[in-house]
């Protein structure tokens, strides 16, 4: 029975295990940029207003097109009395007519309203590209978050490894530790600062996998991917990209980003704004035509009625009351150039400081790939005073403690690199162009 037991057991384990294995999924930062455009509720939603204001353009157009309008009407008439005051001649009295049809169709086009017409044209489209513009925008926006949560995700799974690793050699040191405190070779002290320092390894284990854990789920729920998905990243992402044509003026920067661009485009469509506030001022002149039939059953029948002419109206009053509408209107362009302005000076900073922070990775990067070296061969030298009765257990633990604070910081500095890289194309408005045209 105990047999059955442990195999039931064993089968449920592989079971679990084989589950998880097939929940781990390795990808690309490459692949999790373009999941993430394909699958975001922020780009769907920047999408969305694209093709709104693509309908709206659309719908404006129409305007500058002839207005066709057809109309008709039947009618039952209940004993209609119908007196033809002009048939003097006749004696004989009208019939009551018992039905009336009546059917007409007009043809209105604008000829000049103000140039409204076409400054709305010029409004819409201008607002038509500023969507386009932010829409490209919110996509370096949600690539970046990716590009975050990734790196993050590294940075984590490294840590990981190496407390682990770390974990295990200080378990070992303890097992040891053991052995020498039962033959009295060392202190009972010495055993319990070795387990001590397993037990805080043990706690930054389990502040790593809190950390893993998290990330993990932001960048599953972020790629609209299965919450139990366990994402594994690949290193090729970050020992393979090229950083070495990262932009370095802000000039790039303000020729190339698209919340600078939606705002310049804003602007225009604030100048046609002005245009079209002004129209009130002049009259709206349009070519009219139409035709009309009559039919009120054995009194009369028209046909072929058609008329055709031009048509004026002039809002006298409007002369007086739009002088506040071009107010507004010219006050709505200002903060437009205003906004640019202070963006444009915003921008600067940004870059300026993700220059600083590039640097900054890289310099750090090649401080660890140095303290590596030298906390490994300070670690050799304590041992073996350690092991010469040169050293005490405190010097032990120390050094070892540095060397996996190097080790740490060197992994996870090649991420922070790639990490500031991004950023650095993120505010210069590149990041989706090195994605685009698959450079990673």
């Known amino acids: 029975m105990k047999i059955n037991q442990l195999m039931l057991f064993g089968v449920f384990f592989i079971g679990i295990s084989s589950i998880e294995a097939q929940e781990k999924t390795s990808l690309t930062?490459?692949?999790?940029?373009?999941?993430?455009?394909?699958?975001?509720?922020?780009?769907?939603?920047?999408?969305?207003?694209?093709?709104?204001?693509?309908?709206?353009?659309?719908?404006?157009?129409?305007?500058?097109?002839?207005?066709?309008?057809?109309?008709?009407?039947?009618?039952?008439?209940?004993?209609?009395?119908?007196?033809?005051?002009?048939?003097?001649?006749?004696?004989?009295?009208?019939?009551?007519?018992?039905?009336?049809?009546?059917?007409?169709?007009?043809?209105?086009?604008?000829?000049?309203?103000?140039?409204?017409?076409?400054?709305?044209?010029?409004?819409?489209?201008?607002?038509?590209?500023?969507?386009?513009?932010?829409?490209?925008?919110?996509?370096?926006?949600?690539?970046?978050?990716?590009?975050?949560?990734?790196?993050?995700?590294?940075?984590?799974?490294?840590?990981?490894?190496?407390?682990?690793?770390?974990?295990?050699?200080?378990?070992q040191r303890v097992t040891d530790f053991t052995e020498l405190e039962k033959n009295g070779i060392i202190p009972r002290n010495d055993l319990l600062k070795a387990q001590l320092q397993v037990s805080k390894i043990q706690l930054s284990i389990d502040e790593a996998n809190n950390n893993l854990n998290i990330v993990n789920f932001y960048l599953t729920t972020l790629l609209k991917l299965p919450a139990t998905t366990q994402l594994e990243i690949n290193e090729s992402d970050f020992f393979?990209?090229?950083?070495?044509?990262?932009?370095?003026?802000?000039?790039?920067?303000?020729?190339?980003?698209?919340?600078?661009?939606?705002?310049?485009?804003?602007?225009?469509?604030?100048?046609?704004?002005?245009?079209?506030?002004?129209?009130?001022?002049?009259?709206?002149?349009?070519?009219?035509?139409?035709?009309?039939?009559?039919?009120?059953?054995?009194?009369?029948?028209?046909?072929?009625?058609?008329?055709?002419?031009?048509?004026?109206?002039?809002?006298?009053?409007?002369?007086?009351?739009?002088?506040?509408?071009?107010?507004?209107?010219?006050?709505?362009?200002?903060?437009?150039?205003?906004?640019?302005a202070i963006l444009t000076d915003h921008i600067k900073v940004e870059v300026q400081k993700a220059i600083e922070d590039y640097h900054l990775a890289i310099n750090q990067s090649i401080v660890y790939e140095e303290a590596v070296e030298q906390a490994s061969e300070n670690f050799r030298l304590v041992k073996d005073k350690y092991d010469n009765d040169l050293a005490d257990t405190n010097d032990l633990l120390e050094a070892d403690v540095d060397q996996l604070s190097a080790q740490i910081n060197k992994a996870v500095s090649k991420s922070n690199i790639i990490q500031k890289y991004y950023e650095l194309l993120t505010v210069s408005g590149q990041l989706s162009q090195s994605f685009n045209l698959s450079k990673i």
């Open 29 to 171: 930062l490459d692949e999790a940029v373009k999941m993430a455009w394909t699958k975001s509720n922020e780009v769907s939603l920047a999408e969305t207003k694209v093709n709104s204001k693509k309908y709206e353009l659309r719908s404006v157009k129409n305007n500058q097109y002839p207005d066709l309008k057809i109309s008709g009407q039947y009618q039952r008439l209940t004993k209609a009395s119908v007196d033809m005051h002009n048939d003097v001649a006749s004696s004989d009295p009208l019939p009551s007519p018992d039905q009336l049809m009546f059917g007409q169709a007009t043809l209105s086009l604008p000829i000049f309203a103000g140039f409204k017409i076409q400054n709305s044209i010029k409004l819409n489209e201008n607002l038509y590209k500023a969507e386009s513009a932010y829409s490209a925008k919110t996509k370096e926006d949600v690539a970046m978050r990716v590009i975050t949560y990734y790196t993050n995700l590294y940075k984590a799974q490294k840590t990981l490894d190496l407390l682990n690793e770390n974990q295990k050699r200080a378990k």
């Open 240 to 340: 393979n990209l090229k950083t070495d044509n990262a932009p370095m003026t802000d000039q790039v920067a303000i020729e190339n980003r698209k919340d600078l661009e939606a705002i310049r485009l804003q602007g225009k469509a604030s100048e046609a704004n002005i245009k079209i506030a002004k129209a009130g001022y002049y009259p709206s002149i349009a070519l009219l035509g139409g035709y009309t039939a009559l039919d009120l059953k054995d009194i009369i029948t028209v046909k072929y009625a058609m008329n055709f002419g031009i048509g004026l109206s002039y809002d006298l009053s409007g002369i007086i009351k739009n002088s506040a509408n071009v107010k507004v209107a010219e006050s709505k362009a200002l903060e437009a150039k205003t906004s640019e």
